[in-house]
């Protein structure tokens, strides 16, 4: 690994702690707080998004693994003569 591309995944990360302790800092400023309901909402979409995003996955690889993302083209096409001449 090169030094520039570790200088800009720890920089990354370090960007994306700095991001996560502000949030966390603004979320508690809230004096209100979070219901049972709001805490069950939040996780149930994040739990949500997560399967979808998983599904959308498993489905991308299962099709690529089948054969279904294959483009059918005439000129491939050797056991059959068919003129596709117009």
């Known amino acids: 690994m090169s030094r520039k591309l570790f200088f800009w995944v720890v920089a990354s990360f370090l960007f994306l702690g700095a991001m996560l302790w502000g949030i966390s800092r603004l979320w508690e400023s809230n004096a209100d707080g979070l219901s049972g309901h709001g805490w069950f909402a939040y996780v ?25 993302d294959e483009i059918d083209r005439p000129e491939d096409r ?9």
Do not use: E, K, P, W
């Not at 997560?50 to 690889?61: E, N």
């Not at 050797?78 to 117009?86: G, L």
């Open 78 to 86: 050797t056991d059959q003569n068919i003129d596709y001449r117009q």
């Open 44 to 68: 149930l979409g994040g739990v949500l998004t997560l399967a979808l995003s998983m599904g959308l996955f498993l489905l991308t690889f299962h099709s690529a693994r089948h054969g279904y």
